[in-house]
């Protein structure tokens, strides 16, 4: 494995190695699969690379995800399939909803920087928000904040 450059600390970016998998990821932000003989150099030509990127909560580039594989037979193909890669929400994949509990979070900071800057006074705090004191109640007894 360490011959085919498949361990940690690695350089794999395209200025190093031409052609690959997560170099051109890192560069693009393309899901993509490097097959074989499309890598630059002739070393990485045993290689099949499916990357995808990862990105933070706020949208910026964080890594890249690649799985890659020596095989020839079929089951290489369990990397590269023939249907294009599309992204996917990390909460799709991990079952909760991560972005409404982002916003949800979100919300309640918002709720409670007001409250607090305006001394706990509800009025003046629906005012500052743009909003009746009366959704300001409904917004308070949702996120179980006691004003």
Known sequence: MQSWGLWTGTLW????????????????????????DQHFFTRNTILSCTAVPIYDHEAAL?????????RTDALANLIAPSR????????????????????????????QRTLLRA?????AAAKALGVSCATLHRKLKRFELNH
């Open 62 to 70: 964080a890594g890249v995800l690649d799985v890659s594989s020596c």
């Open 119 to 123: 001394g706990g006074n509800v009025s």
């Open 13 to 36: 970016s395209e200025e190093h190695e031409g052609t690959n998998g997560i170099g051109t990821c890192l560069v693009d932000q393309p899901p993509l699969t490097i097959d074989r």
């Open 84 to 111: 294009a890669l599309q992204p996917m929400p990390a909460a799709d994949l991990l079952g909760g909803d991560i972005a409404h509990d982002h916003l949800a979070g979100g919300q309640r900071a918002v709720l």
